[in-house]
């Protein structure tokens, strides 16, 4: 009977043990035991790019029934991304009163469109040498592919000098379409 007895308060202890250690297991549950999920956002943004090229040029002068001065364009793409950035004229055997128009086309090769803000002529030699623009494309826009055309105009003055050279330039300058 004894034996009982003292098995049985064993086994009230054991019990007392579990559950004191399930109230624990339960409190530290309570505590930290959750699930957790992450979900992401990644982005990446691709430009576009902005270029412009001369597409086509010709040469025109108009000296009636005789045909002396000549004038030529040709167009170079000088940091070879395939398209044409440079147009370079000669006008070889010029006189006095000589004039001729250069047709110039320029063209939207880039992937935004484009906006021409002007184009500023550099004439070093103003006593000899007179540069004009014609259809000046300055404030128009060009879509990607899409083309406009302007003229300059070159007109050899009467003082100028017999074998002498004169030389001018002129650049376009070009902004995305957005620019202020
Ligand atoms: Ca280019
Ligand atoms: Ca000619
Ligand atoms: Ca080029």
Redesign the pocket.
């Known amino acids: 009977m004894r034996r009982k007895e003292s098995g049985e308060k064993m086994k009230c202890r054991v019990a007392g043990l579990f559950a004191v250690v399930l109230i624990a297991l339960a409190v530290l549950g309570f505590t930290y035991a959750y699930w957790t999920e992450t979900i992401k956002i990644e982005g990446s943004v691709a430009t576009g790019e902005l270029?412009a090229?001369f597409s086509a040029a010709t040469c025109k002068d108009n000296e009636g029934n005789i045909d002396v001065g000549t004038c030529t364009v040709t167009l170079?793409?000088?940091?070879?991304?395939?398209?044409?950035?440079?147009a370079t004229i000669t006008i070889t055997n010029a006189y006095a009163s000589y004039a001729c128009d250069v047709n110039l086309t320029i063209r939207n090769c880039g992937t935004i469109p484009l906006k021409v803000v002007g184009v500023t002529i550099t004439n070093n030699h103003p006593d000899y040498l007179e540069v004009t623009l014609t259809n000046d494309p300055a404030g128009k826009t060009l879509a990607p592919s899409e083309t406009l055309t302007f003229d300059l105009h070159i007109h050899v003055k009467d003082g100028a000098a017999e074998k002498a050279t004169y030389s001018f330039s002129a650049v376009v300058d070009i902004a995305q379409f957005n620019a202020p």
């Not at 170079?76 to 440079?86: E, F, L, P």
């Open positions: 270029d090229e170079i793409d000088t940091d070879n991304d395939k398209d044409n950035d440079t």
